[in-house]
């Protein structure tokens, strides 16, 4: 993923991957045995089917499996007890939280990391960077074709009605507003990043770990908000990539948190994947499928090419 960096040089994010920092590696005999329903918001599901193969390589006995589904479908079927565990790519909403007040069901929250909403273009679409109110026109509707002498019609790509991405995005960027009628929604964010890659004047949006192994088939554009400006030195209006450098920073203006879910609270299978989550092992995993660590603490490094003396 590339940088557009307002400094010299490069900054990297890594994890101070401390023992006794953070959460607790599972140690007894129920947390690392049994079996385990997770509900996974689509948004994440290429990083929770890698920490599931990370935490199962490490306890054999423990069998888990994914239910994936967009972020409101996996929440309904939480509230409705027939997943117990659950992880999304946004935090419960207020209407979510009152329905399961309502209902007397207590529930656990962990932060385990932080993720963006990446926008992706098709590779021949003439724009690598957009200001947010671009980026508003453009998926509400008001504007339908690319710059240019040709004037390629813009082919908007999001993701279905229930989807986390799409709530994350329009509170930041469309400020609660509607998507443009005539944009295609995917309820998988595969068939998302194929529609894309593949269709001329194509742009959509998907969640940060889609990006992994992919980005060489669709441009990721840079964003710029005018409310984003570190400090007096920056000029306004600096655009950012999403990386996880920036995502950390606050620089990146879509950004979304990962929380896990649980109703559980005996010492099952279930705690123990959470505390692997929360573990140098599990924020390690995040951090390598693109997403930032919330548990370990991090640190920001700057390369630069010029001479020490």
């Known amino acids: 993923m590339k940088l557009l960096l307002p400094l010299a040089g490069t900054i990297l994010l890594s994890v101070l991957l401390m023992e006794g920092c953070g959460g607790k590696e599972p140690g007894s005999t129920s947390l690392t045995k049994g079996s385990l329903r997770l509900g996974c918001d689509e948004a994440l599901l290429p990083v929770m089917q890698h920490e599931i193969r990370e935490f199962t390589s490490i ?28 992880v999304c790519a946004r935090e419960l909403n207020k209407e979510e939280r009152d329905a399961l007040a309502a209902a007397k069901v207590s529930i656990q929250e962990y932060l385990v990391a932080r993720s963006a909403v990446a926008v992706i273009a098709h590779r021949g679409v003439p724009v690598t960077q957009l200001r947010v109110g671009q980026l508003d026109t453009i998926f509400s509707g008001m504007i339908t074709r690319w710059p240019g002498k040709r004037g390629m019609m813009i082919e908007l790509a999001v993701g279905g009605v229930n989807s986390s991405i799409n709530e994350v995005f329009r509170r930041s960027i469309l400020k609660g507003g509607g998507f443009d009628p005539a944009a295609r929604s995917f309820s998988a964010s595969k068939g998302l990043l194929s529609y894309v890659s593949g269709t001329p004047g194509a742009i959509g949006i998907l969640g940060l770990n889609w990006l992994t192994g992919n980005e060489a088939d669709v441009n990721v554009i840079d964003l710029a908000s005018s409310s984003m400006r570190p400090d007096s030195t920056y000029a306004p209006e600096v655009y950012y990539s999403p990386h996880p450098a920036y995502v950390y920073q606050g620089y990146y203006p879509v950004i979304a948190p990962v929380y896990v879910y649980t109703r559980n609270i005996e010492q099952d299978v279930s705690m123990g994947f959470i505390a692997y989550l929360t573990s140098a092992a599990g924020q390690k995993v995040f951090q390598k499928d693109g997403l930032v660590p919330a548990t370990m603490p991090v640190r920001l490094v700057h390369l630069t090419s010029q001479q020490v003396n």
């Open 59 to 86: 306890y054999t006995d423990a069998k888990l499996s994914i239910r994936d589904a967009e972020a409101r479908e996996i929440i309904a079927e939480f509230a409705a007890d027939s997943i117990r565990t659950i």
